[in-house]
């Protein structure tokens, strides 16, 4: 069974930075994506920033110019520095990977890891 599996969260003060970070052990496919969502209370999840094989990276409005994905120096692990915070960025941030759109069933998500950006 696919491990996936974020860390760096925590709290951080407005206009602040964090770097969080994800690894997916235990793959047996060929990942096309990883990538990372956010949930925020009341509010259905959303997509922060994916990798995608063959694609450029992709960004949510409201990080893009704030948000970089990179890979990770170890095979599928990908980080996520986070610049410029905002409360309004405050939620449950996912780490996601995939197989190609084929296999649809190939699709796994960590528990997420919280941001919380407050005074």
């Known amino acids: 069974q696919v491990k996936v599996v974020e860390s760096g969260g925590g709290l951080v003060q407005p206009g602040g930075s964090l770097m969080l970070s994800c690894k997916a052990a235990d793959v047996t496919f060929s990942v096309h994506g990883m990538g990372w969502y956010r949930q925020a209370p009341g509010k259905p999840r959303e997509l922060v920033a994916l990798m995608a094989r063959g694609s450029l990276p992709t960004y949510g409005e409201s990080v893009k110019g704030r948000f970089t994905i990179s890979r990770g120096d170890a095979e599928n692990t990908i980080n996520l520095q986070m610049n410029s915070l905002k409360p309004e960025d405050t939620a449950v941030y996912y780490c996601?990977?995939?197989?190609?759109?084929?296999?649809?069933?190939?699709?796994?998500w960590g528990k997420g890891t919280l941001v919380t950006v407050s005074e």
């Open positions: 996601n990977v995939h197989a190609h759109p084929a296999w649809p069933d190939m699709n796994y």
